[in-house]
C-alpha cells in the first residue's frame, strides 16, 4: 500500500493494519521456516508495509501534539 494512501486513513484504521501485516509477516515467517514459501519477496514487502504504517502513525502523532501545544 502506498504512504498516499494510509495518511488518508484515521490512527484506528492505521493501527488495524499494522495488526494485519504484522499477522501476515508472521504466516510467511512459518511458511518460510516449513518450506512452503513460493513467494520470497512478500517478507520484506510485509516488514516494510509495516514499517511505513509505523512511520505515518508517528507523524499523525506529532502532528496532533504540536497542534494540542
Known amino acids: ?11 484506528d484504521q492505521l493501527r488495524d493494519e499494522l495488526v494485519k501485516l504484522k499477522k501476515e509477516s508472521f504466516n510467511l515467517r512459518f511458511q518460510q521456516a516449513t518450506g512452503q514459501m513460493e513467494n520470497t519477496a512478500g517478507i520484506r514487502n510485509a516488514r516494510r508495509g509495516a514499517a511505513r504504517v509505523k512511520t505515518i502513525l508517528n507523524q499523525k502523532a506529532a502532528a496532533a501534539a504540536k497542534s494540542e501545544a
Open 1 to 11: 500500500m502506498k504512504a498516499n494512501d494510509l495518511r488518508e486513513k484515521t490512527p
